[in-house]
């Protein structure tokens, strides 16, 4: 491992951004050091439902995006069959007759595979939902382990040469003349770059400390709008083993997984979202996760569950929109900002948002060739991505 990192390029987040980057730009062979101020994946990359979404429930609405999250989910079942939860063979989606069909051509038209099955298998993962569908698939999505994710790209990243630093958190960047010079750290090291890619998601706490520093990448004049949402998910004892969403229930959903001490769970969500406030972190709601539980009692009626095993936990990421994506409520694209284009303009910096955990393959590779085509403008192409 280097020991030096003056003029490496900088990432700073250690999530599935920061860390599919740092992977491909040290393929690459670009001296590359990504700072992370808490322990790798620490916030939204591990506080998610671990959905692996094949890219179907955004596929009525976003066919491209639908096609992009196919690909993205195919390359890392491909790069990291290890971290998918074992023993699921898909997702089962519930659909009210009226729409079917819609929803039937969508998946077709973004060439992801779905076949309808018997009623009977519904019934069983969810007993009391006769009244919510009509119709049922099921879809390639599948319960992931963030975690395991996580640490294959780091090794990846890490046998590139790579340098990784935990417990790093980044206080200030330093512009001059148009660029960030260095970036300072909580421990009062500066550290020299020849350029810096923030991946640092939604941490409120965060969003505020770039604030200070003038280089909030929401600030200004900008070609893209920055909100930090978040929404609320509940865990419970194991109430079913299939992954299952109902798109017509607002999304209701639930992903099974097992826990690092080998205990079975159902994580449970609805496609609801709140705008957070920078701030404070907090956001106006607080109430879905009562709302998630009235529905489980709904669909599971005889279920039961002591007390202390429900566990709600709300977590933020940050939704980025380029003025062209104008309709609110859709999925937002994998950004990545270059910092060149917008004002205050700085020529190496680049901010980078997945929109999706999932999507992080697309992510990488498309900041990895913007960094390169920056910093070595003779190369056409990037090597082939180690999970392709
Ligand atoms: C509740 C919730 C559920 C979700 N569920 C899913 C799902 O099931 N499937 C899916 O595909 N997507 C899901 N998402 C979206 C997904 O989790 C995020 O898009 C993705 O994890 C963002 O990754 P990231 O690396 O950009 O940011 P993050 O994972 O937030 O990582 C940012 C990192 O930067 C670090 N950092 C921050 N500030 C600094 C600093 N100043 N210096 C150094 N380091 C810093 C943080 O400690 C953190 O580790 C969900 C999101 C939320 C909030």
């Given at each position: 491992m280097r020991n030096v990192a003056d003029n490496d390029v900088i990432i700073v987040g250690g999530g599935f951004s920061g860390l599919s980057i740092a992977a491909l730009l040290a393929q690459e062979s670009i001296p590359v050091t990504l700072l992370e101020a808490a322990e790798l994946g620490h916030l939204a990359s591990t506080r998610n439902q671990g959905w692996l979404y094949s890219g179907a429930y955004f596929a009525r609405r976003q066919r491209e995006l639908a096609e992009m999250c196919y690909a993205s989910f195919c390359r890392t079942v491909r790069f990291c069959p290890e971290c998918l939860e074992p023993g699921q063979t898909g997702m089962l989606i519930g659909l009210m007759a009226a729409a079917a069909d819609d929803w039937t051509a969508a998946w077709e038209a973004a060439g992801i595979p779905c076949h309808a099955v018997d009623a009977g298998e519904m019934r069983d993962a969810v007993p009391g939902s006769e009244d919510v569908w009509d119709t049922v698939f099921r879809l390639p999505d599948r319960s992931f382990r963030p975690t395991v994710l996580l640490r294959r790209l780091a090794d990846v990243a890490r046998s590139?040469?790579?340098?990784?630093?935990?417990?790093?958190?980044?206080?200030?960047?330093?512009?001059?003349?148009?660029?960030?010079?260095?970036?300072?750290?909580?421990?009062?090291?500066?550290?020299?770059?020849?350029?810096?890619?923030?991946?640092?998601?939604?941490?409120?706490?965060?969003?505020?400390?770039?604030?200070?520093?003038?280089?909030?990448?929401?600030?200004?004049?900008?070609?893209?709008?920055?909100?930090?949402?978040?929404?609320?998910?509940?865990?419970?004892?194991?109430?079913?083993?299939?992954?299952?969403?109902?798109?017509?229930?607002?999304?209701?959903?639930?992903?099974?997984?097992?826990?690092?001490?080998?205990?079975?769970?159902?994580?449970?969500?609805?496609?609801?979202?709140?705008?957070?406030?920078?701030?404070?972190?907090?956001?106006?709601?607080?109430?879905?996760?009562?709302?998630?539980?009235?529905?489980?009692?709904?669909?599971?009626?005889?279920?039961?569950?002591?007390?202390?095993?429900?566990?709600?936990?709300?977590?933020?990421?940050?939704?980025?929109?380029?003025?062209?994506?104008?309709?609110?409520?859709?999925?937002?694209?994998?950004?990545?900002?270059?910092?060149?284009?917008?004002?205050?303009?700085?020529?190496?910096?680049?901010?980078?948002?997945?929109?999706?955990?999932?999507?992080?393959?697309?992510?990488?590779?498309d900041a990895a060739r913007r960094v390169v085509r920056r910093l070595k403008p003779v190369q056409s192409r990037l090597a082939t991505p180690p999970w392709a």
């Open positions: 590139r040469g790579a340098r990784i630093r935990t417990g790093i958190r980044v206080t200030r960047l330093n512009c001059h003349d148009g660029t960030v010079q260095s970036v300072e750290t909580g421990d009062r090291e500066t550290l020299h770059c020849s350029m810096v890619i923030i991946a640092t998601g939604a941490g409120p706490e965060e969003l505020s400390r770039f604030t200070a520093c003038g280089v909030d990448a929401g600030a200004g004049q900008s070609l893209y709008a920055r909100v930090a949402i978040s929404t609320e998910l509940v865990s419970l004892p194991r109430l079913s083993p299939d992954p299952f969403c109902f798109p017509e229930l607002d999304g209701f959903n639930h992903l099974p997984h097992r826990l690092p001490d080998d205990r079975a769970v159902s994580v449970f969500g609805l496609d609801r979202w709140d705008v957070v406030s920078p701030s404070t972190g907090s956001s106006e709601s607080a109430a879905a996760g009562t709302e998630i539980l009235s529905r489980v009692h709904r669909l599971f009626p005889q279920a039961d569950w002591p007390d202390d095993q429900v566990r709600c936990w709300r977590a933020s990421t940050v939704q980025v929109m380029h003025a062209d994506q104008t309709e609110p409520g859709l999925v937002p694209w994998p950004t990545v900002i270059d910092h060149a284009q917008e004002h205050p303009s700085l020529d190496n910096l680049f901010s980078v948002y997945p929109g999706r955990a999932t999507l992080w393959s697309h992510l990488a590779e």
